[in-house]
């Protein structure tokens, strides 16, 4: 069965510092791999996705994620971290076939000091 | 730009009542979801309907669920004896699913409160 795993609930980062939030799924296939991230009390809004192609795939707010097909892993970075980036981040997977539904993972909840 | 939009907002029910939560999913789109997230868990993939029927659906959604189209632009979620575990908030998703790889768009959530 998919699934996705994110191993750290929580992570604390300092304003400017460096993120990488961890994302490893298990498929027997490549599957279409996500990044959404929810703010407190809002919906979810998609921050970068891959399909195929170039690992290293760019999305919104300045985040990047990069596609590793040996680690079986899709981690999300951000090379400085704003306050406003504070937020639940989830990694979702979807067997690539157009409209399946997503398997989400249980989310990181990254706090940003100052 | 288009967006998913779900009403109320904010639901609270008693316990067996029965509630519709509804959803009007980007204009184009060929997929639609709903999706649960229990307060502190992941969001949990409920039902998918394509063409006017369930494409897919998962353990949660039993017979207590029901979703329905009931016109060209809603899209609702029945559940119709609410228990207190329902409580959760309830994601309305799209998906143009053509022309290429796309991603499901979401709404931003009602939260049904059962007491």
């Known amino acids: 069965a998919q699934s996705v795993t994110q191993p750290d609930i929580h992570i604390t980062v300092s304003e400017g510092a460096s993120l990488e939030l961890r994302c490893n799924y298990s498929?027997?296939?490549?599957?279409?791999l996500f990044w959404y991230v929810q703010s407190p009390g809002q919906g979810l809004q998609l921050l970068l996705k891959y399909f195929s192609g170039d690992t290293l795939v760019q999305g919104i707010k300045g985040f990047e994620a990069e596609f590793k097909r040996s680690q079986s892993s899709f981690n999300l970075r951000k090379p400085s971290v704003h306050w406003s980036d504070a937020a639940e981040y989830f990694c979702?997977?979807?067997?690539?076939?157009?409209?399946?539904?997503?398997?989400f993972g249980k989310g990181t909840t990254l706090s940003v000091s100052s | 730009e288009p967006e998913v939009t779900q009403t109320p907002s904010h639901q609270v029910t008693q316990m067996g009542q029965e509630v519709i939560l509804r959803c009007v999913p980007i204009s184009n789109h060929l997929y639609f979801y709903w999706y649960r997230q229990i307060l502190g868990q992941k969001v949990e993939f409920l039902v998918s309907f394509y063409n006017n029927e369930i494409s897919e659906k998962s353990e949660i959604f039993d017979d207590q669920f029901s979703v329905e189209r009931p016109d060209g632009s809603n899209f609702t979620l029945k559940i119709r004896s609410t228990k207190l575990e329902d409580s959760a908030m309830y994601f309305c998703?799209?998906?143009?699913?053509?022309?290429?790889?796309?991603?499901?768009?979401f709404g931003q959530g009602t939260r049904l409160t059962v007491v």
């Open positions: 998703a799209s998906n143009l699913g053509q022309g290429g790889i796309t991603e499901a768009f």
């Open positions: 979702a997977v979807a067997p690539n076939q157009a409209g399946t539904a997503l398997i």
């Open positions: 498929y027997g296939a490549t599957p279409y």
